[in-house]
């Protein structure tokens, strides 16, 4: 359990920090603990939703997120939920080997034009774009949302700050409609895992936005982002093949 409360919290840090990783963390951890895929996804979903909340709150507070990027945040989170149920449905009738290949294929390509400084004019088109592939593989895959709409922001040229508290903000409503099928069927159930690691995430979350403002303030970002963008991508085909 110890171990499990420890995974929480980093993968809470790391979420809140550079807006991407919570599930990636966490929901091997859990498996490889012997908590079946029907305890942990929920588990997992409901604890990001508590990060993601108490995240926007701190990126609000420290300033990470202002009253100017509220127009930005709702163009990426009203395609990224539409797109999260359609890939929900989605699930049952495409292979996962072609999502889990087109979705470390995108986040190595968006890691690697970070790391290269390739930057493309922003528009909202672009914009929604990113939003609806990052919607989907949520949707589809449980995870792969923060690496393609955090990546894709600030390839899109937009300052790493915001981007990574609306790549936080955003997900809210996604991870959101995400559980409502688990809470139809009855599926979504208050474990005692759930409090292992809803704990130390909650108070890792208080802490990771200012670490996205250290990381900022010292232009560590883009490269710190891009890397583990690169590092997830990479992790993701080889896991494939």
Do not use: W
């Not at 599930?23 to 305890?39: H, K, N």
């Not at 507070?61 to 929900?88: C, E, S, W």
Request: glycine fraction near 10%.
């Amino acid at each position: 359990m110890a171990v499990i409360a420890l995974a929480a919290f980093f993968a809470a840090l790391i979420d809140t920090g550079l807006g991407m990783c919570y599930g990636t963390i966490l929901t091997p951890i859990l498996l490889i603990a012997g908590y079946s895929p029907e305890v942990a996804v929920p588990t997992v979903l409901l604890s990001q939703l508590i990060v993601d909340v108490a995240g926007g709150i701190m990126h609000t507070k420290v300033r990470n997120f202002t009253r100017k990027d509220i127009k930005t945040a709702l163009y990426v989170a009203a395609p990224a939920t539409m797109f999260a149920v359609l890939g929900a449905f989605s699930n049952i009738s495409l292979p996962k080997v072609v999502t889990k290949t087109y979705i470390g294929v995108l986040v190595t390509l968006l890691g690697i034009m970070m790391l290269l400084g390739v930057k493309f004019r922003k528009t909202f088109k672009r914009l929604i774009l990113i939003s609806c592939l990052g919607g989907f593989n949520k949707g589809f895959m449980g995870g792969g949302f923060g690496p393609v709409v955090v990546s894709g922001q600030i390839v899109l040229n937009h300052d790493p700050r915001p981007s990574i508290a609306i790549g936080d903000i955003a997900e809210i409503p996604v991870v959101a409609f995400g559980l409502l099928p688990f809470a139809a069927f009855g599926a979504l159930h208050f474990s005692p895992v759930f409090a292992v690691v809803s704990i130390p995430a909650l108070i890792a979350s208080f802490l990771g936005p200012y670490l996205t403002r250290i990381i900022t303030e010292k232009n560590y970002a883009e490269k710190t982002v891009g890397l583990v963008a690169l590092l997830l991508g990479v992790y993701t085909l080889i896991k494939v093949f």
